[in-house]
Every structure is written in structure tokens, then in C-alpha cells.
């Protein structure tokens, strides 16, 4: 398996991991030592399109590739943690038995395979938090870019009655398919590569934690499918620097904004309902 390794002074590591992550890992691999931190994730099998995905690199930063044979690959796997959502949710990785602060939290377990979505993405951690909070009994939700199927479980967990989870990547179709067994809620969540622009319409709660420039292309298409009652979820944007993306969903108004390590998540109805039940 061909890895992708970016060398960087410690300082720059949490900036390195973004940056990775907008490139589309699923996992990363952090190792330091000397003052220097090695991130290792797997991005595309072709060297120039991983080095076209992470795009120009500041002065300091070195890129390599690695083969490593694919256990070793694997072993991003050890360093995953339960993620602590909030005082009600907790995503952890699948593999792991642990139990210590699941408290009464309900626990998502999550194999992302070959997909993005393990849920220590502060992308994924707002959206999952959001998703928790919008969802009610009988909602109808679409999951744009559902990825690991994590946030389609959420809302399953919540009482959404049907959601409709789509994705570009065959392995996000197959992933969620996965968890949504392991969590025994498949047949309530509907996973596959449909496209936006054939979904139809009235959906009460509408998820797309995706990147900006994708976001934008698909405003046109997430107003349509909203309910006019509904909420739509954003994430995969950078703090402070999303208007672009809030002007392309016009009519809709923010409702509520989170951010986290740089990263937001922003709430848009298209008119306000009253959310305060429940
Ligand atoms: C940041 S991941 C989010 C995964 C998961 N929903 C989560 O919150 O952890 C974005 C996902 O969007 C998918 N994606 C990118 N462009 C898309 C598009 N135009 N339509 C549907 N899915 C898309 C990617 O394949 C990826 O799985």
C-alpha cells in the first residue's frame, strides 16, 4: 500500500492533520520525536493526485511516499479513541472494548473501512452534536456525503423514521451499509451513490459535512430537497471563512453556528420553527 507521509515541525502537526483531512484521509497516523511530528494516512494509489488533493505546501513541510506493507497501514487503528460528543453521545471506534465514561451516553461504534467519518474530525464532532440536537421522532433526513454512515445512525438514534444517505464513494455506500448492521438499523437508512440533483424533495433535517467548494456547487440542489420547515446541517468549513457558502444557500438563515478547532458548523432554516420542544 502506498501511504502518504508529511514531516513537520511539531508546531505545524494540527495544521498537517487538516490539511490531510481536507484532502480526503480517513484515518491519520501521528508519530514525534526531535522536535518533528510524521503524519501518515492513505489518500489515492496515484502519487500526483495525492499531491494535487493537499496542494501547495508551506516551506518547512516535507511530503513522501511510503510502501508499507498493509498491516502497518493499519495501524492508525490503535491510536482511535472513543470521541466524546456531548453529555448524550459518544462515537468510538468499533474495535475497541471500552466502557470507561460511556456513562448513560448513547455509543455509536463506527468502522469508517475505507471511508471518512471515524468521528475525531472536528467536522464530524459538530455535525454529530448537531444532528443529535435537530433531529425528532418521524423525521424524514438526507445525509449528503454521508461517509461512515455515523451521523445517518445518529439520527436513526433520535427517531428519524427514514434516512435517505448518499455518497460519491462506493466505499461510503458500503461503509454505511456496515455500520447501519452493526447497529441494527438498516433497514431505516437508505445508502447509496444517488446523486444530489435526482433526491427528491421534503426532507425535515438535511446533513452535508463537505468541503466549501462542494457545498457551493450543491446549494441549488439542498435548498430544493429541504422541507420548508426544515434544518439544514453544514459543516466542512473553515471558520471565518464561509460566506461564500452561506451566500450560495441564500434565502436560507443561520440559526445557530459551533466551531471547533478551526472548523464550523452552521445551522440554516428556511424560516424559523420552533425548535424549544423536546
Ligand atoms: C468530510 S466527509 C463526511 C463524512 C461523514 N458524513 C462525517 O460527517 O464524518 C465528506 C464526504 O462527502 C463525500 N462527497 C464529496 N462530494 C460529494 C458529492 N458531490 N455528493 C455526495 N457526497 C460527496 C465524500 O466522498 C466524503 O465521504
Request: net charge negative; glycine share 8%.
Amino acid at each position: 500500500m502506498r501511504v502518504v507521509e508529511l514531516v513537520v515541525p511539531d508546531e505545524s502537526a494540527e495544521a498537517a492533520s487538516d490539511r490531510l483531512w481536507t484532502a480526503g484521509a480517513s484515518g491519520i497516523e501521528e508519530r514525534s520525536g526531535d522536535g518533528v511530528t510524521a503524519l501518515r494516512t492513505v489518500l489515492a494509489a496515484d502519487d500526483d493526485v495525492s499531491r494535487s488533493r493537499l496542494g501547495p505546501l508551506p516551506v518547512g513541510w516535507i511530503l513522501q511516499f511510503v510502501d508499507v506493507d498493509d498491516a502497518p497501514a493499519e495501524t492508525w487503528r490503535d491510536f482511535a479513541r472513543p470521541i466524546i460528543v456531548n453529555d448524550d453521545l459518544m462515537i468510538r471506534p468499533a474495535w475497541l472494548v471500552d466502557n470507561t465514561e460511556v456513562g448513560n451516553r448513547t455509543v455509536i461504534d463506527i468502522d469508517p473501512a475505507g471511508s471518512f467519518g471515524l468521528g475525531d474530525h472536528p467536522t464530524t464532532r459538530l455535525s454529530a452534536d448537531a444532528v443529535w440536537r435537530s433531529v425528532r421522532a418521524g423525521d424524514r433526513v438526507l445525509d449528503v456525503g454521508c461517509g461512515s454512515g455515523v451521523l445517518s445512525i445518529i439520527a436513526v438514534e433520535r427517531g428519524a423514521s427514514t434516512v435517505v444517505a448518499i455518497d460519491v464513494a462506493e466505499a461510503a455506500r458500503e461503509a454505511t451499509i456496515a455500520n447501519a448492521r452493526r447497529h441494527r438499523v438498516a433497514d431505516r437508512i437508505d445508502a447509496s451513490c444517488t446523486p444530489l440533483a435526482v433526491i427528491g424533495d421534503g426532507f425535515d433535517v438535511v446533513i452535508a459535512n463537505i468541503l466549501a467548494p462542494t457545498l457551493v456547487s450543491l446549494a441549488a440542489d439542498l435548498r430544493r430537497v429541504l422541507s420548508p420547515t426544515g434544518r439544514l446541517i453544514i459543516s466542512g468549513i473553515l471558520s471565518g471563512h464561509h460566506d461564500h457558502v452561506l451566500d450560495a444557500l441564500a434565502p436560507l438563515e443561520v440559526v445557530r453556528s459551533d466551531e471547533l478547532d478551526a472548523w464550523a458548523c452552521v445551522e440554516l432554516t428556511a424560516r424559523t420553527p420552533d425548535f424549544s420542544a423536546g
